[in-house]
């Protein structure tokens, strides 16, 4: 078998602070195929945002990384800054929650999209100009032909999204990183960036990595769902099965603190009770441990490792669930 | 019966009003003599004891409406009666005195808490204000209402905001907003800050508060399954103009306007047998508040209309009891 486009072999990121070490990525592996989407849900603070900048290798200097992140066959932890911005825009991109992340305020869109497009592709100034046109029409924005000349001052939060959206496609990037993209706009919005974005993607055969803390939005949008705790992935499964043939505990509250739109009004939510831990003094056992309600002896003093359970799913947990308790 | 009447009729909350909100405007005036036209007109009623969940995308004027209830500021127009009390009316002393019966709570726990003070003089203002009893009274009053949204008084008292995380910090808000014992609860956006295990847990403190006090719940959010959970009655908003409003089983089952039928169907659900089904609207943007459409403002957007909907506003007509929809083509 070929090797998967993306490899993540025990990613650790930790940041020096003044209060010490804050263990933000904590030994993280899982790969990704051609053309898939992976889901990867948690809640603040659980290592998403900071998973996805050590994956692009965008980490702040304060930053302590350790690990393996293979592209297309190559090591990117082992690669120069220069060699890497070669990299970001035609082989890896990323759009970020707050799309002003990635836009130049001063800069009209299509100045920001040419660039790119003739930075990395080689494009005539003129062709540049043409295809950024073609770009803001493919992701959906009203009136590409006099968008491209406004500043992102001029568009709503809405309309800047997509034009992060595509300069992140620009260059047809084989693997796109999108970190929270709807977070912030209203559900029709949302509703519409995440259909532009599955559309982009079938087109292109691009693979997805899809951060959120919505369970919503990567039950009808992810072959694959991953579930971050404290750092760690606690539950990867094909999205059925994490949803269907919940393993891990934490999987399981979380999916029944959720509100539903077809529950009946008033019904009492399944809280859990407590808060994640602390990074820089997370409990011995399994993170998850203080919160647990079946939680035991080892459980507080040894962490269960993340293994496979067959056909791809994988949980660390060391009294995993079966249907029954689920039920 | 004139059309007034019905319309008023139409509009009754089941167990007669406590809050009656009768055609509210609330504008901001721009320069140039142009005007937001945040909120155009609204009407609800809420009864005692009830929840009313207010639905909208952002921009759609739910929190201008929230406000303006609250008089802060009052509305442009529009009457707004509490109980027996016409709060459009009061001003100085009176209103202050009223002001007792409502409090808000908002969507950022942790900035609408001043950072400098502990958390036993944050929640104790209200008391102090109205003053009320002497310190150690207050305090004691403090400690209790502390105890009673989950959080360990002896431990909490003398620390500051900053050392306790956006869940705490929302009981925090709402110890302060429940110490006087108001009526009426505001809640804007409560829990769109907090994560899902977090939600949960505010979203329980709520309705079981809302029981031991007997509140009225004025509940504000732009995530329908939120707001499904804890209201009894559900009011959908657009671009300033109400919608719908019908109790929280039937919006859901049954949605009468096509704008409530789009925001039913881009919502998330939680479940992978249910693929995302294309978005019921138009392509386009929200149209400015300053500028709306004429007719309906939701034409521009809604996959129905007709030239009628460009002509003439529709007003909120009675499809069942309790169920009112303002649209000429009502779904279904
Ligand atoms: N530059 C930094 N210096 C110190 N700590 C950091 C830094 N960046 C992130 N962290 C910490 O790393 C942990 C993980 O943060 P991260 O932003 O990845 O979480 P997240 O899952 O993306 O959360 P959210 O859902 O809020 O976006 C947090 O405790 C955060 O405070
Ligand atoms: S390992 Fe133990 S504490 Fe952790 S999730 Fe499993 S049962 Fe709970
Ligand atoms: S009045 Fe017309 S435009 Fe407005 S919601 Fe009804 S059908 Fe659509
Ligand atoms: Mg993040």
């Given at each position: 078998?070929?090797?998967?486009?993306?490899?993540?072999?025990?990613?650790?990121?930790?940041?020096?602070?003044?209060?010490?070490?804050?263990?933000?990525?904590?030994?993280?592996?899982?790969?990704?195929?051609?053309?898939?989407?992976?889901?990867?849900?948690?809640?603040?603070?659980?290592?998403?945002?900071?998973?996805?900048?050590?994956?692009?290798?965008?980490?702040?200097?304060?930053?302590?990384?350790?690990?393996?992140?293979?592209?297309?066959?190559?090591?990117?932890?082992?690669?120069?800054?220069?060699?890497?911005?070669?990299?970001?825009?035609?082989?890896?991109?990323?759009?970020?929650?707050?799309?002003?992340?990635?836009?130049?305020?001063?800069?009209?869109?299509?100045?920001?999209?040419?660039?790119?497009?003739?930075?990395?592709?080689?494009?005539?100034?003129?062709?540049?100009?043409?295809?950024?046109?073609?770009?803001?029409?493919?992701?959906?924005?009203?009136?590409?032909?006099?968008?491209?000349?406004?500043?992102?001052?001029?568009?709503?939060?809405?309309?800047?999204?997509?034009?992060?959206?595509?300069?992140?496609?620009?260059?047809?990037?084989?693997?796109?990183?999108?970190?929270?993209?709807?977070?912030?706009?209203?559900?029709?919005?949302?509703?519409?960036?995440?259909?532009?974005?599955?559309?982009?993607?079938?087109?292109?055969?691009?693979?997805?990595?899809?951060?959120?803390?919505?369970?919503?939005?990567?039950?009808?949008?992810?072959?694959?769902?991953?579930?971050?705790?404290?750092?760690?992935?606690?539950?990867?499964?094909?999205?059925?099965?994490?949803?269907?043939?919940?393993?891990?505990?934490?999987?399981?509250?979380?999916?029944?603190?959720?509100?539903?739109?077809?529950?009946?009004?008033?019904?009492?939510?399944?809280?859990?009770?407590?808060?994640?831990?602390?990074?820089?003094?997370?409990?011995?056992?399994?993170?998850?441990?203080?919160?647990?309600?079946?939680?035991?002896?080892?459980?507080?003093?040894?962490?269960?490792?993340?293994?496979?359970?067959?056909?791809?799913?994988?949980?660390?947990?060391?009294?995993?669930?079966?249907?029954?308790?689920?039920? | 019966?004139?059309?007034?009447?019905?319309?008023?009729?139409?509009?009754?909350?089941?167990?007669?009003?406590?809050?009656?909100?009768?055609?509210?405007?609330?504008e901001y005036?721009l320069?140039?003599?142009a005007k937001v036209h945040a909120?155009?007109?609204?009407?609800?009623?809420?009864?005692?004891?009830?929840?009313?969940?207010?639905?909208?995308?952002?921009?759609?004027?739910?929190?201008?409406?929230?406000?303006?209830?609250?008089?802060?500021?009052?509305?442009?127009?529009?009457?707004?009666?509490?109980?027996?009390?016409?709060?459009?009316?009061?001003?100085?002393?009176?209103?202050?005195?009223?002001?007792?019966?409502?409090?808000?709570?908002?969507?950022?726990?942790?900035?609408?808490?001043?950072?400098?003070?502990?958390?036993?003089?944050?929640?104790?203002?209200?008391?102090?204000?109205?003053?009320?009893?002497?310190?150690?009274?207050?305090?004691?009053?403090?400690?209790?209402?502390?105890?009673?949204?989950?959080?360990?008084?002896?431990?909490?008292?003398?620390?500051?905001?900053?050392?306790?995380?956006?869940?705490?910090?929302?009981?925090?808000?709402?110890?302060?907003?429940?110490?006087?014992?108001?009526?009426?609860?505001?809640?804007?956006?409560?829990?769109?800050?907090?994560?899902?295990?977090?939600?949960?847990?505010?979203?329980?403190?709520?309705?079981?508060?809302?029981?031991?006090?007997?509140?009225?719940?004025?509940?504000?959010?732009?995530?329908?399954?939120?707001?499904?959970?804890?209201?009894?009655?559900?009011?959908?908003?657009?671009?300033?103009?109400?919608?719908?409003?019908?109790?929280?089983?039937?919006?859901?089952?049954?949605?009468?306007?096509?704008?409530?039928?789009?925001?039913?169907?881009?919502?998330?659900?939680?479940?992978?047998?249910?693929?995302?089904?294309?978005?019921?609207?138009?392509?386009?943007?929200?149209p400015s508040p300053v500028n709306p459409?004429?007719?309906?403002?939701?034409?521009?957007?809604?996959?129905?209309?007709?030239?009628?909907?460009?002509?003439?506003?529709?007003?909120?007509?009675?499809?069942?009891?309790?169920?009112?929809?303002?649209?000429?083509?009502?779904?279904?």
């Amino acid at each position: 078998m070929s090797e998967p486009l993306l490899t993540v072999e025990n990613q650790r990121t930790a940041f020096a602070t003044g209060r010490g070490l804050v263990r933000a990525v904590d030994g993280v592996s899982f790969t990704l195929e051609r053309g898939r989407t992976l889901g990867v849900v948690g809640e603040s603070g659980s290592g998403k945002s900071v998973l996805s900048r050590s994956i692009m290798r965008l980490l702040p200097p304060n930053a302590r990384s350790s690990g393996e992140v293979r592209l297309g066959g190559r090591d990117l932890t082992a690669m120069s800054e220069k060699a890497l911005r070669a990299l970001r825009g035609p082989e890896i991109s990323i759009v970020f929650q707050d799309p002003m992340t990635s836009l130049n305020p001063v800069m009209t869109i299509g100045a920001q999209i040419g660039e790119v497009l003739t930075r990395h592709l080689g494009m005539s100034r003129k062709a540049a100009k043409a295809r950024s046109v073609e770009l803001l029409a493919s992701v959906g924005l009203p009136q590409p032909d006099v968008r491209v000349d406004q500043h992102p001052h001029q568009l709503s939060g809405g309309m800047r999204q997509r034009v992060a959206i595509a300069i992140a496609i620009a260059c047809e990037p084989a693997l796109l990183i999108a970190d929270e993209p709807t977070t912030a706009l209203d559900v029709t919005v949302q509703a519409e960036i995440l259909d532009l974005l599955a559309r982009q993607q079938a087109e292109r055969n691009m693979a997805m990595i899809l951060i959120t803390h919505d369970m919503g939005v990567v039950a009808g949008r992810c072959d694959d769902v991953a579930v971050m705790y404290a750092g760690r992935i606690v539950e990867q499964a094909s999205t059925e099965d994490l949803f269907r043939d919940t393993r891990m505990p934490y999987t399981s509250a979380l999916l029944a603190s959720i509100p539903r739109l077809d529950d009946p009004p008033h019904r009492k939510l399944e809280a859990i009770a407590g808060r994640p831990p602390d990074l820089i003094h997370p409990p011995a056992g399994c993170a998850f441990s203080p919160r647990c309600r079946y939680a035991d002896d080892l459980c507080r003093s040894q962490p269960p490792a993340l293994e496979d359970a067959g056909r791809g799913h994988r949980f660390a947990c060391w009294r995993p669930m079966t249907m029954e308790a689920a039920e | 019966m004139t059309v007034q009447e019905r319309i008023r009729e139409d509009h009754a909350a089941p167990a007669g009003a406590f809050l009656d909100v009768r055609d509210m405007v609330v504008e901001y005036p721009l320069a140039g003599g142009a005007k937001v036209h945040a909120v155009s007109g609204i009407s609800f009623q809420v009864a005692k004891g009830e929840t009313l969940g207010l639905v909208g995308e952002s921009g759609c004027g739910k929190s201008s409406a929230a406000r303006a209830v609250l008089q802060l500021p009052r509305p442009t127009s529009g009457a707004v009666r509490l109980g027996e009390e016409e709060l459009t009316h009061l001003r100085g002393a009176a209103l202050q005195r009223a002001r007792r019966r409502f409090q808000m709570i908002f969507q950022d726990p942790i900035a609408s808490l001043n950072p400098r003070r502990r958390i036993r003089d944050i929640v104790a203002a209200p008391l102090e204000i109205v003053g009320e009893g002497d310190r150690a009274a207050r305090y004691k009053r403090v400690a209790e209402m502390l105890d009673l949204v989950g959080l360990n008084a002896d431990q909490a008292m003398e620390r500051r905001p900053h050392e306790f995380s956006g869940g705490q910090c929302q009981r925090i808000s709402i110890a302060r907003a429940l110490i006087l014992r108001p009526d009426l609860l505001v809640c804007d956006e409560p829990v769109s800050a907090l994560d899902v295990s977090v939600q949960a847990q505010i979203l329980n403190l709520l309705e079981d508060l809302k029981h031991r006090f007997g509140l009225t719940l004025l509940f504000i959010s732009h995530d329908l399954a939120v707001v499904k959970h804890v209201s009894d009655r559900v009011a959908v908003m657009y671009l300033g103009m109400m919608c719908e409003t019908a109790d929280a089983q039937s919006i859901y089952r049954r949605p009468a306007h096509p704008y409530t039928r789009t925001l039913l169907s881009a919502a998330p659900e939680p479940d992978p047998g249910r693929k995302p089904a294309p978005l019921d609207m138009l392509a386009g943007e929200l149209p400015s508040p300053v500028n709306p459409p004429s007719g309906c403002r939701f034409r521009t957007r809604c996959p129905m209309a007709q030239a009628r909907c460009a002509a003439e506003v529709p007003q909120m007509r009675r499809l069942a009891p309790g169920h009112a929809v303002a649209c000429h083509f009502p779904l279904q």
